[in-house]
């Protein structure tokens, strides 16, 4: 037999005798943002969608798998404090094709990433905000590592550092006052891996000033803790 003459079925039989299955058929999965007009969402009412709405790529059928809240909030800054200084990464966010270190290449006890928003976010909601990290691990000769697999097992990563994620509530007339969401769910598992946060806050969102912006919007930070 030559190896490239050998048949799907012979594979199979191949594969089956070293101990590999092959894996059932699973739903294709895929992240959808919904661009709202201005003045599609009333004033004072909330705007959802429920769970297993229908929705379509070409001809390719698709439902949401959770309840979903719009919030039409967008982020006008992204600002890292490190302890080497303050970094604006707020247009290098907004290209594509660009990425950057939120805590720094080292990512050091204290470091911190901002976030800020030109509107609140509702309070007493589970809200949910997506990130998409550079997922291109490589060895020092350059060549790209995937992340390893074993059969069937779910691949478990080990997180090297903590991150507190707080949103702040205005001021006191001298200090920011930060309050930590509830109901956390870090996806990312603090900015391991892509993945969504989803929250709940438990006040209301207040504009305020931080490090090296000039603008008062609705921020969310988060520290790296160890």
């Given at each position: ?22 894996r ?50 967008a ?11 303050v ?24 470091s ?34 995937e ?6 097992e ?73």
């Amino acid at each position: 037999y030559y190896l490239d003459q050998v048949g799907e079925p012979n594979y199979r039989k191949f594969l089956k005798l070293l101990g590999v299955r092959r894996r059932e058929a699973v739903p294709a999965q895929a992240e959808v943002t919904f661009s709202l007009a201005p003045g599609e969402i009333p004033a004072g009412e909330d705007f959802f969608l429920p769970r297993s709405t229908k929705l379509a790529a070409e001809d390719i059928p698709f439902e949401t798998g959770e309840f979903l809240w719009f919030v039409p909030a967008a982020v006008r800054k992204v600002i890292s404090s490190l302890s080497t200084g303050v970094r604006d990464y707020t247009q290098t966010n907004e290209r594509g094709g660009l990425s950057y270190f939120p805590f720094g290449e080292e990512a050091e006890k204290g470091s911190r990433l901002y976030l800020g928003f030109d509107r609140a976010f509702p309070p007493n909601k589970t809200l949910a905000i997506s990130f998409h990290l550079v997922e291109d691990d490589r060895d020092p000769a350059g060549n790209r590592v995937e992340r390893g697999v074993h059969g069937d097992e779910i691949p478990k990563v080990k997180v090297s550092a903590g991150i507190d994620w707080e949103f702040c509530a205005g001021s006191d007339g001298s200090r920011l006052l930060w309050f930590s969401p509830e109901e956390m769910n870090d996806q990312t598992l603090a900015f391991t891996q892509s993945g969504s946060l989803f929250f709940r806050l438990s006040e209301e969102m207040k504009k305020a000033l931080v490090p090296a912006c000039a603008e008062e919007l609705f921020w969310l930070r988060a520290t790296v803790r160890e």
